[in-house]
């Protein structure tokens, strides 16, 4: 039998090799192809996902507001007789701005109709006009001219939520009053502004009235309690685990739970808390005092880990070179292994407050969730975060509440964009040094 040419048998195994290489450049390129298309699937759904928060939220940053006449007399009707003027500190703030109404529509007659037109302003503007003169005592002297928030009916129809086309069960507002509201409109007595109480204010039973100013402080308070306790907490512990703990079954056990804690539901940590800070110790509920101690319990755990694989990751060599130069085993933790480590274990203990900042599920059983309209001022007074502000309004049935919803959630977001941007510079300022 006559033997296979040798150009033949490598022109077969060109071939192979460049079949086989063929199939290697087909199945990368897929994998590069599978690889970009999850990525875009990814930022799509992201991209949609903020794109529907934010077309609903956006409208909250702006409000309604009616602008009011006040004059300065004791009389509802404005009937100016001599001597009838008064201070306006002195008068029925209430009928003030009823009276106000009044001058806006002088046509309306009848306790039903005027009951309609005093409906469209919003509870809060007789405190609005009691504020006014708390701080500007000569202002009773004059007309004042002041700007006071609608209904938060008037609101959505002025946005264009509300139509007239609506059944008025629908919309909640008669005939009467869309015509009222229109006519003001033209004559620029209604505009929409900037609503500045959405981040100054308290929560409240009105839309329009309801604000995150109590949450974004409850927020801050129960940060500062999760920072002040679990990053030296956390830095500690790892660096005890990782540099001077003795191998052992105890450090075993230890390295064990740790690991285990980090993967427990955070719901469980609420229960944890609710059993040891608010029944055992008698804390009390709802004040971000036992937030902060709750967080801490969630957050102790990815610090101690991520502080430990920093602390690990440097150079051996870092180590040995110290020790050569006759420094102790403190001095070459404390001197050179924790500085080279300490860009990731600062990155990772800000994302663990990012982590935290997200939270409701635990803060809900230890009472976080309570109606809160005064801005806390101590980390023992009540409040609420804004996870668990997001949850309040989006049970509520009042179609103000969706948008107020949704903006809460992009000032979350933002929040929550603004944390991890830092931490990524934070990291950066550190690796250049």
């Known amino acids: 039998m006559a033997n296979r040419s040798p150009i033949k048998t490598d022109r077969t195994k060109q071939e192979r090799i460049a079949g086989s290489l063929a199939r290697r450049y087909r199945t990368e390129w897929w994998f590069r192809f599978c690889g970009r298309l999850s990525v875009f699937i990814g930022l799509l759904f992201v991209v949609c996902l903020i794109s529907a928060v934010a077309s609903r939220g956006y409208p909250a940053f702006q409000q309604t507001y009616l602008r009011l006449t006040i004059k300065s007399t004791s009389d509802p009707t404005h009937n100016r007789a001599a001597g009838s003027s008064v201070k306006l500190e002195d008068q029925d703030y209430g009928a003030l701005v009823k ?32 504020h006014r003169f708390e701080k500007n005592a000569h202002a009773a002297e004059s007309d004042q001219v002041i700007w006071v928030l609608a209904l938060d009916r008037v609101d959505q129809y002025v946005k264009g939520h509300i139509s007239a086309k609506d059944p008025p069960e629908v919309r909640g507002l008669s005939d009467d009053q869309l015509g009222w509201i229109d006519q003001w409109k033209a004559r620029g007595d209604i505009q929409l502004r900037f609503n500045s109480g959405f981040f100054t204010s308290g929560d409240s039973r009105e839309p329009e009235q309801a604000g995150i100013g109590a949450a974004i402080v409850g927020s801050f308070l129960t940060l500062l309690i999760v920072a002040s306790l679990s990053f030296p907490i956390g830095v500690a512990a790892a660096i005890y685990l990782e540099e001077f703990a003795p191998p052992g079954r105890w450090t075993g056990f230890l390295e064990v739970n740790i690991n ?36 801490s319990l969630i957050t102790l755990p990815m610090i101690i880990i991520a502080s430990r694989a920093a602390l690990k990751s440097v150079p051996l060599s870092i180590r040995e070179a110290a020790y050569g130069m006759g420094a102790s085993r403190v001095q070459v933790v404390f001197h050179h292994v924790l500085p080279l480590s300490l ?14 900042m997200g939270e409701s599920a635990p803060l ?8 809160v309209a005064d801005i806390p001022q101590r980390v023992t007074d009540p409040a609420t975060v804004l996870p668990v502000q997001v949850y309040l309004w989006a049970r509520s049935s009042e179609a103000a509440f969706v948008e107020r919803t949704s903006a809460a959630i992009l000032v979350l977001l933002t929040v929550l964009l603004f944390i991890n941007g830092v931490a990524f510079a934070v ?7």
């Open 99 to 130: 009276a106000a109404m009044r001058d806006l529509q002088p046509t309306v007659q009848g306790r039903p109709a005027l009951h309609q037109l005093y409906a469209l302003v919003s509870e809060s503007a007789s405190r609005t006009l009691e």
């Open 343 to 356: 860009p990731t274990i600062i990155t990772s203990a800000i994302l663990a407050l990012s982590r935290a």
């Open 364 to 371: 809900l059983l230890v009472g976080m969730v309570a109606f």
């Open 427 to 433: 990291r950066r300022i550190f690796d250049k040094r």
């Open 260 to 295: 285990n804690l980090a993967a427990v539901p955070s719901i469980v940590f609420g229960l944890l808390g609710l059993v040891v800070f608010i029944k055992f110790f008698g804390l009390p509920r709802s004040v971000p005092l036992v937030g902060g101690l709750v967080l």
